[in-house]
């Protein structure tokens, strides 16, 4: 079985991919790091992020790196978004993320184009999603209880420009499926929000059954 969980930033994409995978005893993917990994890697080789030619260079960076904690910075959020602009770089990325996603017994992907691109197959998708002042706020709360001083207008600014550098690429931009369920978090508990997503996906593999 292969669920697909797509959304903006600090939609709370990452949370309900993780917990569907506990909850669906399948491995998980966030997609975010592999880009990630790729923006803070240019920045490693001092290139520039904006250039197709050292994000695809970097696209080569080392396993190790996923597991460093750099790859979490608000400004490795910002290289991400830059780097995956390009379509070299998300070919690169494109047949690990298959692979993970077609892997025996199936698995959970989290990211911006699961549903439309890397697992159009999908069992289950889901769309998750909240205004952008409510994950501006999220985000500003999260940054400030790490110690990072930052005022809540920059976090805003900042959740603005990734939104729209997500949505407005020509290559794979965020979208939500056709068949994706739309689940926004805006109202709901992180708690709340999960229950919300395992009987969104309950209830689609219910109905693919039938
Ligand atoms: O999800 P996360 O915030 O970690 O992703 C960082 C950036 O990587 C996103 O802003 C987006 O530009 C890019 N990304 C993408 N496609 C994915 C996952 C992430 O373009 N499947």
Do not use: W
Not at 6 to 16: R, V, Y
Not at 26 to 36: K, S
Not at 67 to 75: I, Q, S
């Amino acid at each position: 079985m292969i669920i697909a969980v797509d959304g903006p930033t600090a939609s709370g994409k990452g949370t309900i991919a993780r917990a569907l995978a506990e909850h669906f005893a399948l491995p998980v993917l966030d997609t975010g790091l592999l880009y990630r990994a790729v923006g803070y890697q240019t920045q490693l080789d001092h290139g520039d992020a904006d250039d197709a030619a050292d994000a695809l260079a970097a696209c080569d960076f080392p396993a190790s790196l996923l597991g460093d904690p750099a790859l979490r910075y608000e400004t490795t959020g910002g290289l991400a978004s830059r780097v995956s602009v390009h379509p070299q770089v998300r070919a690169a990325l494109f047949q690990r993320q298959r692979d993970f996603a077609n892997q025996p017994g199936g698995a959970v992907l989290d990211g911006r184009d699961i549903g439309t691109v890397i697992a159009p197959h999908a069992d289950a998708k889901l769309f998750v999603t909240a205004s952008a002042e409510e994950r501006a706020r999220r985000r500003h709360a999260e940054l400030v209880s790490r110690g990072v001083e930052v005022g809540y207008d920059v976090v805003l600014a900042d959740i603005h420009a990734r939104d729209a550098r997500d949505t407005g690429r020509a290559d794979a931009p965020l979208l939500r499926a056709t068949d994706a369920d739309l689940l926004d978090t805006g109202d709901l508990t992180i708690g709340g929000a999960v229950q919300r997503a395992i009987a969104l996906v309950e209830a689609r593999l219910s109905r693919r059954s039938m």
